[in-house]
């Protein structure tokens, strides 16, 4: 029975053009390349510059995703940006990306689910096409955790870093069965029982302030693992895929351990996980998007490959979604 996916037709992504190296940070914090690299396999992340907002990395990569898609911006329905460091408290920054886009017409919104944010609003641009609200919709991870980074905590300042990565969705006729493009499946969780596991201490409606990001990374890690597998072999069941049908897993990119973790105790090879977080630490919503456009641009990323993207972040919250290409 032939059936309307979410197709990928294009992605783009968005680095500002400074780095920041383990050997800098070492300059500014009682750290050490050896301990980050051992630690989290980060070497070096991207830091915005002076005056270069969160919708400037945005409009950038949903540039890149147009110009890859072959789409023009009259015909985007929808733009959803996930961002947990909006340029303000509102309007949502989506509204300045489609301004910056030149569209005046179709919605604009912000979804908010700190690294997990891409993975949701993945989701729901799907559901929204499925349900023949929109036909095209741009899907943007931007941030710039460098902003509400604490630079004189060690335990945090050196894990995370600044980018943006989109894609273009299209809701596409498809035969209806497993060698469909598009979306498969998605499964979104969250539990604000540990919501103070990792948090930012300020807020608009607590202490009027932007606040800094506070993490218990020792809990962080230990829930990690099991959360992300646990949403992984749910999408399995509802789709009838396994470990072994997978071409490239694309799991947010926070920490190599976590990655390598995960890819194991799903049985997933390691030559099938794409890795990004050495060269760009952990942009939160952005990872998951720029790392599908660092496998897009390499030529390992091909159609009719199956993708199988994951997330955990804050709140906590973490979601899987299983595609092709
Ligand atoms: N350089 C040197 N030493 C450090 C640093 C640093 N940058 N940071 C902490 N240390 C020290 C600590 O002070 C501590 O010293 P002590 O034993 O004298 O007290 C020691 O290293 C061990 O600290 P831990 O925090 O226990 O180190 P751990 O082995 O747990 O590694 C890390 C810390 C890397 C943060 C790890 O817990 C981790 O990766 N957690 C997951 C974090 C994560 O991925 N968060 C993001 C996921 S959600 C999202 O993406 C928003």
New binding site residues.
């Given amino acids: 029975m032939s059936l309307v996916r979410s197709v990928v037709l294009g992605v783009g992504g968005y680095l500002p053009e400074k780095t920041l190296t383990n050997a800098e940070?070492?300059t500014m914090?009682?750290?050490?390349d050896e301990?980050?690299t051992q630690?989290?396999g980060i070497k070096e992340r991207h830091i915005a510059a002076k005056g270069e907002l969160t919708s400037d990395l945005a409009t950038a990569a949903a540039r890149v995703a147009l110009a890859n898609a072959g789409v023009s911006i009259a015909e985007i329905d929808l733009i959803i940006l996930a961002t947990?460091t909006p340029d303000n408290t509102f309007p949502a920054s989506a509204v300045t990306v489609q301004e910056k886009l030149g569209m005046r017409h179709g919605a604009a919104f912000d979804i908010q689910a700190?690294?997990s944010g891409f993975v949701f609003a993945l989701s729901q641009a799907d559901a929204m096409i499925r349900s023949g609200q929109v036909k095209k919709v741009i899907v943007i991870g931007a941030e710039t955790f460098s902003r509400i980074v604490d630079w004189t905590?060690?335990?945090?300042?050196?894990?995370?870093g600044d980018g943006a990565g989109a894609v273009v969705l299209s809701g596409e006729p498809q035969p209806g069965d497993t060698h469909d493009r598009g979306v498969h499946a998605s499964r979104l969780r969250s539990d604000g029982h540990y919501k103070e596991m990792?948090y930012v201490d300020g807020g608009p409606s607590s202490t009027g302030t932007v606040g800094h990001?506070r993490?218990?990374?020792?809990?962080?890690?230990k829930h990690?693992v099991g959360m992300i597998t646990d949403v992984i072999e749910d999408v399995f069941a509802t789709t009838g895929f396994s470990a072994a049908d997978i071409d490239w897993f694309v799991p947010?990119?926070?920490?190599m351990?976590?990655i390598d973790a995960s890819a194991k105790k799903l049985g997933i090879e390691s030559e099938k996980v794409i890795r990004t977080v050495s060269l760009h630490g952990?942009t939160?919503a952005a990872?998951i998007p720029l790392a599908l456009s660092v496998a897009s641009a390499d030529g390992r990323l091909k159609k009719g490959d199956l993708v199988l993207l994951e997330?955990?972040?804050?709140g906590?919250t973490w979601g899987a979604i299983l595609l092709r290409w």
């Fill in positions: 940070l070492s914090v009682d750290t050490s301990w980050i630690r989290t947990a700190v690294c905590d060690r335990g945090t300042c050196v894990l995370f990792l990001l993490m218990e990374g020792r809990e962080v890690f990690a947010h990119q926070a920490n351990r976590i952990n939160s990872s997330s955990m972040g804050g906590f």
